[in-house]
């Protein structure tokens, strides 16, 4: 009979206990969707930030590849800004911060070769006369893509 009245006077406490009477959780929670709101809005900004950085880059780069330039744009992947222009039977995408490059396409006839590199600037793929200039070219897309989303 004792363990029933501790046991029963043991539950009283603890669902008294975990009972909310002033909204606490309520409160709570509302600060946490804020805090994460901010924390959204920081990272956008951020990221704002850093592509009007890499936009800023067009003219040097331009004048250093003498070519024309495909695109530019900040990679949330790298954390870098990344640009692609294509030269005399070359594709190419750099990062310009390292000034490293990522891919590339050498093409001849109906035949190319498309380079992957890793941070090391070591071919890490190279696909040797196998490949359609389409399929290289379909990859250069992938890459660009892959490398602007998350």
């Keep these: 009979m004792k363990k029933y ?21 309520d409160k709570k929670i509302q600060n946490l969707k804020e805090q994460v709101l901010e924390l959204n809005k920081d990272k956008e900004n951020e990221l ?3 592509k009007q950085k ?4 067009k003219n040097n780069i331009q004048n250093k590849i003498n070519w024309d330039l495909m695109e530019i744009f900040f990679s949330p992947i790298i954390n870098s800004c990344i640009y692609s222009y294509e030269s005399d039977k070359k594709l190419w995408i750099i990062d310009y911060l390292s000034n490293e490059e990522i891919y590339k396409v050498i093409k001849w006839k109906n035949k ?3 380079v992957w590199f890793n941070e090391k600037d070591i071919p ?23 490398l602007k989303w998350k």
């Design 124 to 146: 890490n793929y190279v696909d040797w006369f196998s490949k359609s200039e389409v399929f290289c070219f379909n990859r250069f897309n992938s890459k660009i893509l892959e």
């Design 48 to 50: 704002f930030n850093k």
């Design 5 to 25: 009245i501790i046991s029963g006077l043991l539950l009283v406490l603890l669902s008294w206990c975990s009972i909310d009477y002033n909204n606490e959780k």
């Design 112 to 114: 190319a070769e498309c």
């Design 54 to 57: 890499c936009a800023n880059y």
